[in-house]
Structure formats: C-alpha cells, structure tokens
C-alpha cells in the first residue's frame, strides 16, 4: 500500500519504534493476561460486569506455599503486562527515537534497536487529524452505547475467566488504546494515528467471531447486532484516514532524502518544536 507520496511503500517506511510499538503493545494482552489466569482461581468474584451493578472480588489465598508461588506469578506476569502497555504508549509518545530509546531501557539486554529515519509529514496532516478526531469520537459513543446495562443486553458473569477476560478486561484494553489515540492525534503526535487503527482492528476482530457467536457469554440480541454492525464503516473510514495522514518515513542517506533535504529539515523542525 502506498503512502501520501508516490513510489514510498509505507508498511517498510513506518518509522522503527512504532514497529516495536506495536510489537510490545501487542505482548501486554499475552503477558498481563496470563497473570490474570494464575491468580483467577485464588480470587472469588461474584456479580456481572454492568453499569449499575456491584461485583464483590475476594482472594482465597492460603499460606500453603504452592498458592504463594502462584500468587507471585501471577503478579508479575500481571506488572510485566502493565509495564509493556505503557513502554508501548512511550514510544508512540515519543518524539524522536532518543526519547523512545528511553521508554524500553528497562529490557535491558532484550532492549531493541532502534535505527533513525528521517520523517516526511503528510501535505493533509491538518485535514486528516481533525477527520481522524471527529471519527473516533463517533465510534467512543457506539462502544459506550456496548456496555452491558446501556445498550448491551447480554450478561457478563464475572464468576467465570472467560467473560471476565473478554468482557470488561478487554473492553478496558481496547478503549484504554482508543482514547490515547484520540490524544496524541490532538496533540499532533504521529503515534497517535497507528494507535487508532490498533484500536479499529482490535475492534473488528472481536465485533466478528462475536455476531458469529463465538464469543461468551452467547450470541449477540438484535439490538446489539444493530450496534455492532452500525459501527463498521466509521472503522473502515478512520483506518483510510489515518493511513492517509501518517507520514513518510526514509532511511538516512536515501536518495530520495538527498533530493528533498530542505522540506525534510523543515519537517524535522516542525515535529521537534512540537
């Protein structure tokens, strides 16, 4: 797929900390998710997960050793989760790639590289972000129109780690990448375009197998068949959107960087003064 400027394929020029990004943003459901599993059986979770409900959580924890250990586990694969979703919202933050170098210090050896590219703004940047703002503000009202109490008819038990996980647990992940999105693409960051379509894919790929009834606790009421199907094309036209408004990103040293070195000085000027 081509970007904003002809011959640059924009999947090999999307600058290399959005790719870990993506990466580590991507490890945090695995990771916190399998924390979530250990320490579920040690829990007592009673209630469904509405509006106007009122869960109970208590721990059924013994001093038997084996609990313990589980319980230790389950906490740090828990914290790992939470610490890759936020070094990945570090690095869609980031600026330039020194400050994202920043954010994955703390893997140490299993810290990544990441190379400087020279960054190419879209001409329509400005249409685009507030295309882009307007979108998923239209989309944050059909997902809270989804929360079981509001629009939502069917019930999501918390007893059971199927509907915990996929239901309130992954609503908040889900939501939790949308609404940084919306805020790095106000504050002009480019981050916040890829965190948006992070957002809509999650989105569909969990809208699908669910009007297919895959998905617990059962298959979807009419109404909320309606609601989810309402929201695919404010999807399909955030993702044209973005894509559109991200920019070109060029190895240093490139012919074509050598061709355009006053638009990309300005270029960088511009994101750094940001």
Known sequence: MKGPFNGCDMPENIPNRFKIAIFLLSLAPIA???????????????????????????????????????????????????????????LFTSKNDVQATRWVRWLGRLRPKIRDRTIIPSPDRDKYRRYALVILLVIFVQAILLIPGIGEDRKYSLSQFS?????????????????????????????????????????????????????????????????????????????????RALPVSMPNGSSREATDSSRTTAAIAFFDDK
């Open 163 to 243: 509907t915990l996980f996929l239901g309130p647990v992954w609503y908040s992940y889900a939501m939790a990448i949308g609404i940084s999105g919306f805020i790095l693409i106000y504050y002009q960051r480019l981050g916040g375009y890829l965190l948006a379509i992070v957002f809509v894919i999650i989105g569909i790929g969990t809208t699908m197998p669910d009007l297919l009834g895959f998905l617990p606790p059962s298959a979807p009421t009419l109404r909320t068949t309606i609601l989810l199907l309402s929201g695919f094309p404010f999807d399909i036209l955030l993702i044209y959107v973005c894509w």
């Open 32 to 90: 916190g998710g399998f924390g979530l599993w250990l320490i579920f059986p040690l829990l007592s979770v009673t209630g469904n997960a509405c509006v106007l409900c009122s869960p109970s959580i208590g721990i059924n924890l013994s001093l038997a050793p084996i609990d313990l250990a589980q319980a230790l586990i389950a906490t740090v694969f828990f914290l790992l989760g939470v610490a890759l979703f936020v070094s990945s919202l570090g």
